[in-house]
């Protein structure tokens, strides 16, 4: 069995953060012009978060003990991401009678709300998450963005189960 070397694990998981990071705000937000909802922008912070312990890991290089830390702290950032997409994918699923209201801007809810409350509105009231802004080979945002927190999990799975060097 091919076991790969544990930096070029990490250089792969930082390499995807960068990319998705970069795809989403680069293309989607300035070239196209696609106002991210809250949910994208709650992905936004589990891709960076991930991306940042798969950095950490890339710069620290710690035996196996650290790499399986760093590998599990990266994978929960993905499986938090891997929910905030499903739930995004079944607002954009629901029939449009059962879509929830609009929850209020997420700047105004960030300066005057508590954290919990705030995230307690968005993922309850954020009608304007079930808009599909753009697709591509038939996959809306938030399942292109599933594909992406699938591979942070493997990617940090493996870093965590590995075998001994």
């Known amino acids: 069995m ?5 930096r070029f694990i990490n250089g792969l998981g930082v390499l995807l953060a960068v990319t998705s990071y970069l795809f989403a705000y680069l293309f989607l937000e300035i070239y196209l012009e696609l106002e991210p909802c809250p949910l994208c922008m709650i992905d936004r912070v589990f891709v960076v978060a991930a ?5 950490l890991a890339l710069i620290h290089n710690p035996g196996i003990i650290g790499q399986r830390i760093y590998g599990g702290l990266a994978s929960l950032m993905a499986l938090a991401g891997i929910l905030v997409c499903w739930r995004h994918i079944y607002l954009q699923n629901l029939p449009e ?21 705030m995230l307690t509105i968005i993922f309850n009231t954020s009608g304007e998450c079930a808009d599909t802004q753009w697709e591509f080979l038939g996959f809306t945002i938030p399942e292109q963005t599933l594909v992406v927190f699938n591979g942070f999990f493997a990617l940090g799975l493996y870093q965590v189960f590995r075998p001994k060097a």
């Open 51 to 55: 991306g940042g312990f798969f950095l």
């Open 2 to 6: 091919t076991t790969f070397n544990s």
């Open 97 to 117: 009678a059962l879509i929830p209201n609009c929850a209020p801007g997420l700047d105004y809810m960030m300066e005057v709300l508590p954290v919990f409350e």
